[in-house]
C-alpha cells in the first residue's frame, strides 16, 4: 500500500552540484505534479504532467527539469543547484480528472550551502 | 487566474475550544472544485475533503465541519471541540475544471492546540 514514494528523504547540497529527485506511484494515475514548500508561501507547482512522455511548467519552473519517461514515475532534476532552492520538495498524483484529490508522498527536504 | 487567500497565519486554542479557518478563493470559472489538506507536525499532506462548486452543501464530519458559501467565494473549516492532535498546518486549494488537476494552495492556517 505505498501509494506516492519519494526518494531521497532527505539532501544536502552544495551550490553548483547536480542531483535527481525520484517519485513513484503505484495507483495508475495520469497526472503527477512536483511542488516546492516554503515557509509561509503553501506548495507552489514547480512542473506537471498529464501522461507518459508529458511534461509542463508550473508556476515556479525555473532551475529544474523534470521527465515523465514512464507512467509511474515523475523525475525532478536540479542542474546546477541554488540556495534559493532549499525546501521541501513534494511529489503528488491524481487520477485523469480536475475534481479528484491529490495523493501525496512525505517530501524530500533538501538543502543547498 | 486562480488565488486562495487564508489570511490567518495562526490561530492558538485551548483543547476544546471551536477553531474556524478561513479561506477564500477568486476564479473566474463557473466550475471548480475546493479541497482542504491537514498537514501535521511529521510533515506529510492529508487529504481531508472536497467540494464541487455546484454543491453548496454544507458538510459535517465527526468534530469537521465545512462551510462553502460561492456569494463570498469562501470555504472555512471547522474544528469542533480540539484536540492536541488537530495541531497541525491546514491548507486549502483551488483546482478550476480545464487545470489538468492542478491545485492553487493558500499559504496555509497553523493551528497549535495546548492541553
Known amino acids: 500500500n505505498a501509494g506516492v514514494t519519494q526518494t531521497p528523504k532527505f539532501r544536502v547540497l552544495k551550490t553548483g552540484q547536480s542531483m535527481t529527485l525520484l517519485c513513484a506511484q503505484d495507483?495508475?494515475?495520469?497526472?503527477m505534479y512536483w511542488y516546492r514548500q516554503d515557509p509561509g508561501m503553501g506548495l507552489r507547482l514547480i512542473h506537471y504532467?498529464?501522461?507518459?512522455?508529458?511534461?509542463a511548467k508550473g508556476e515556479v519552473p525555473d532551475g529544474y527539469n523534470v521527465s515523465r519517461l514512464k507512467k509511474q514515475n515523475f523525475l525532478l532534476g536540479l542542474e546546477s543547484a541554488a540556495p534559493s532552492q532549499t525546501s521541501v520538495y513534494f511529489c503528488a498524483s491524481s487520477p485523469e480528472y480536475s475534481n479528484q484529490p491529490q495523493h501525496f508522498g512525505d517530501g524530500t527536504r533538501l538543502s543547498i550551502l | 487566474a486562480q488565488k486562495v487567500t487564508q489570511a490567518q497565519t495562526e490561530i492558538s486554542v485551548v483543547e476544546k475550544e471551536d477553531v474556524t479557518l478561513d479561506c477564500v478563493y477568486e476564479?473566474?470559472?463557473?466550475?471548480?472544485?475546493l479541497f482542504w489538506y491537514k498537514q501535521p507536525p511529521s510533515g506529510e499532506l492529508v487529504f481531508l475533503i472536497r467540494?464541487?462548486?455546484?454543491?453548496?452543501q454544507n458538510e459535517i464530519s465527526g468534530r469537521y465541519s465545512w462551510n462553502f458559501q460561492k456569494s463570498t467565494s469562501s470555504f472555512n473549516f471547522t474544528i469542533t471541540a480540539s484536540q492536541v492532535v488537530d495541531s497541525a498546518v491546514y491548507f486549502c486549494?483551488?483546482?478550476?475544471?480545464?487545470?489538468?488537476?492542478?491545485?492553487?494552495f493558500g499559504a496555509g492556517t497553523q493551528v497549535v492546540v495546548t492541553p
Open positions: 467540494r464541487n462548486s455546484f454543491d453548496e
Open positions: 476564479t473566474r470559472d463557473t466550475t471548480y472544485y
Open positions: 495507483m495508475n494515475h495520469e497526472y
Open positions: 504532467s498529464v501522461g507518459e512522455g508529458t511534461t
Open positions: 486549494a483551488l483546482s478550476e475544471a480545464d487545470s489538468w488537476g492542478k491545485f492553487q
